[in-house]
């Protein structure tokens, strides 16, 4: 069973560059999941897109992020990253990666069905 | 401002039927598979409908899930008091090229 653990600073500087990795085990990163996702929400409010890396390398992020994320993945290390620049008060969040399950629509294509969850790793934004 | 428009807040007592909408437009819910998550409090989200109405491994049938045109619904049957929590829709958005969420509904058990 995939599993994935997100890790990272827990307070970055308002400008900074937010930087989170994901690391995933139980399974290979180059073999597993179609593509590999982050999602973030902010305290008492609900959860954010912000994009997802497919396996491959190609990328599709939040149009309202768009300018600010990069996101990468590193198959030797089994880990996906996240990196959102120019960050504000407004980024503060906890940030989650996410993987959709082995659900597929009729033509064979991945769902966009999150099942597989990291536990969450808080980021604050302040001076 | 979320895409999809969820009430807020929900609520039933024990074994009462409740149903959780999900208002979207014809570049999410109208063109793609709506899916369903529950969150439980300092939890990760947990999938619980996929493709509209289908349910993983070990989501109970008292759970289902329906679309219709750029609305879905899921409804809790036999309501528990261990069914209090976060619940949100989320779809493809064809216009943005995003996946799109609800801004999620309270449920409360009485």
């Known amino acids: 069973q995939v599993q994935l653990e997100e890790s990272g600073p827990g307070l970055v500087k308002p400008s900074e560059t937010l930087s989170l990795t994901c690391s995933v085990s139980g399974g290979s990163l180059s073999s597993g999941s179609f593509y590999w996702s982050w999602i973030r929400q902010p305290a008492g409010k609900g959860l954010e897109w912000i994009g997802r890396i497919y396996t491959i390398g190609s990328t599709n992020y939040n149009p309202s992020l768009k300018s600010r994320v990069t996101m990468s993945v590193d198959t030797s290390t089994n880990q996906f990253s996240l990196k959102l620049s120019s960050v504000t008060a407004a980024d503060t969040a906890v940030y989650y990666c996410?993987?959709?399950?082995?659900?597929?629509?009729?033509?064979?294509?991945?769902?966009?069905?999150?099942?597989?969850w990291g536990q969450g790793t808080m980021v604050t934004v302040s001076s | 401002q979320s895409v999809l428009t969820q009430p807020p807040s929900a609520s039933g007592t024990p074994g009462q039927r409740v149903t959780i909408s999900c208002s979207g437009s014809?570049?999410?819910?109208?063109?793609?598979?709506v899916y369903w998550y529950q969150q439980l409090p300092g939890t990760a989200p947990k999938l619980l409908i996929y493709k509209n109405n289908q349910r993983p491994s070990g989501v109970p049938d008292r759970l289902s899930g329906s679309r219709s045109g750029t609305s879905a619904s899921l409804a809790i049957s036999g309501l528990r008091s261990e069914d209090e929590a976060d619940y949100y829709c989320a779809a493809w958005d064809d216009s943005l090229s995003a996946m799109v969420f609800g801004g999620g509904t309270k449920l409360i058990v009485l």
């Open positions: 014809s570049s999410n819910i109208g063109s793609n598979y």
């Open positions: 996410a993987a959709p399950g082995d659900y597929y629509d009729s033509n064979g294509y991945p769902l966009d069905a999150f099942d597989i």
